[in-house]
């Protein structure tokens, strides 16, 4: 069964698709951290919408106790938006 997707997984959605098409730089400053941001990555990818080609998250740091990740950084460059996803948007 899918996750529920919440605003900020359509908001983050949008702008994997804005980097995708248009090159527009995604932006972080609604997620509280590095952790916030790869829970939601993982939900989208998850289901369908996104794929992570190559190293997309890397893992490093204790385990973040609210969003249940340990990831040190995030290659946006290897994250992409799949035709679900598209679909999703319209």
Do not use: C
């Not at 916030?36 to 190293?55: D, P, V």
């Not at 040190?72 to 679909?87: K, L, S, Y």
């Amino acid at each position: 069964m899918p996750d529920v997707l919440e605003p900020i997984d359509l908001r983050l959605l949008q702008a994997i698709y804005d980097k995708d098409y248009s090159r527009k730089e995604i932006n972080w400053d609604e997620f509280e951290s590095i952790n916030h941001r790869a829970s939601h990555l993982e939900r989208l990818e998850r289901n369908g919408f996104i794929e992570f080609k190559g190293e997309a998250l890397t893992p490093g740091g204790q385990k973040d106790p609210k969003y249940g990740t340990a990831i040190a950084m995030i290659w946006p460059e290897n994250i992409h938006i799949t035709d679900i996803g598209v679909e999703k948007l319209k």
